[in-house]
């Protein structure tokens, strides 16, 4: 379970850099298509590639959050897991600790006289 948890978390971690990485698609097609618009002669080819830039940037993004959030999920499930298990050792423990055998109260043997 340990073992999932940290593959979970190191998609997790991969999945973030993946969006940053979305995201700074995202601002360079952003600032290429300023440029184009900006340009003198409003420059056609900058802008398209500037829409190809953006289209690819947000794809990688909803791809990117979409994945993060099954990891997340997933990653919750396990932790639910492991919480249930580390109760179940717990009260294993505590039920084992308080099964010690009671004292019995039975008379003490008589002892026979001998004459």
Same mark, same amino acid.
């Given at each position: 379970?340990?073992?999932?948890?940290?593959?979970?978390?190191?998609?997790? @971690?991969? &999945?973030? $850099?993946?969006?940053?990485?979305?995201?700074?698609? +995202?601002? /360079?097609?952003?600032? !290429? %298509?300023?440029?184009?618009?900006?340009?003198?002669?409003?420059?056609?080819?900058?802008?398209?590639?500037?829409?190809?830039?953006?289209?690819?940037?947000?794809?990688?993004?909803?791809?990117? @959050?979409? &994945?993060? $959030?099954?990891?997340?999920?997933?990653?919750?499930? +396990?932790? /639910?897991?492991?919480? !249930? %298990?580390?109760?179940?050792?717990?009260?294993?423990?505590?039920?084992?600790?308080?099964?010690?055998?009671?004292?019995?109260?039975?008379?003490?043997?008589?002892?026979?006289?001998?004459?």
């Amino acid at each position: 379970m340990h073992e999932q948890l940290a593959e979970q978390v190191q998609l997790e @971690t991969v &999945q973030m $850099a993946e969006q940053e990485t979305a995201r700074l698609l +995202i601002a /360079e097609a952003s600032q !290429k %298509l300023s440029a184009a618009v900006q340009g003198t002669a409003n420059n056609l080819q900058g802008a398209k590639v500037a829409q190809a830039i953006l289209s690819a940037g947000n794809a990688k993004l909803n791809a990117s @959050t979409k &994945q993060l $959030a099954d990891i997340k999920h997933e990653k919750e499930k +396990i932790e /639910e897991k492991l919480r !249930k %298990l580390e109760r179940t050792v717990v009260d294993k423990k505590r039920t084992a600790g308080s099964a010690m055998p009671e004292p019995t109260l039975e008379p003490a043997a008589k002892k026979r006289k001998l004459h």
